[in-house]
Nanobody, 116 residues
Framework: QVQLVESGGGLVQAGGSLTLSCAVS????????MGWYRQAPGKQRELVAA??????NYADSVKGRYIFSKDNVKNMLYLHMNSLKPEDTAVYYC???????????WGQGTQVTVSS
């Protein structure tokens, strides 16, 4: 069973930065896709950044501000968030998709709150 554990969320002022981390059980080479999603109160979960087939896609709302990265040795995913805005406030989830059975796996989420 794949387990993902996010960390790094918190309260930050607008214009500030945060880096989220996601510890993945098992080698990242087991996954066809990996990335980050977020869900704001009253809204649907949305893609923030995702890596698939060597390409990283970002939501238009975060392009130029967020950077997705990973460490294949430590089996870690990261989301570097800069120039944060109040509308970035949400619970952020990391996600991976198995390349063997295409199952989705999710972390428990980490809260990011941006104050104006």
């Amino acid at each position: 069973q794949v387990q993902l554990v996010e960390s790094g969320g918190g309260l930050v002022q607008a214009g500030g930065s945060l880096t989220l981390s996601c510890a993945v059980s098992g080698s990242l080479f087991n996954f066809a896709a990996m990335g980050w999603y977020r869900q704001a109160p009253g809204k649907q979960r949305e893609l923030v950044a995702a890596l698939r087939s060597g390409n990283t896609n970002y939501a238009d709302s975060v392009k130029g501000r967020y950077i997705f990265s990973k460490d294949n040795v430590k089996n870690m995913l990261y989301l570097h968030m800069n120039s944060l805005k109040p509308e970035d406030t949400a619970v952020y989830y990391c996600n991976v998709v198995s390349r063997w059975n295409m199952n989705d796996y999710w972390g428990q989420g980490t809260q990011v709150t941006v104050s104006s």
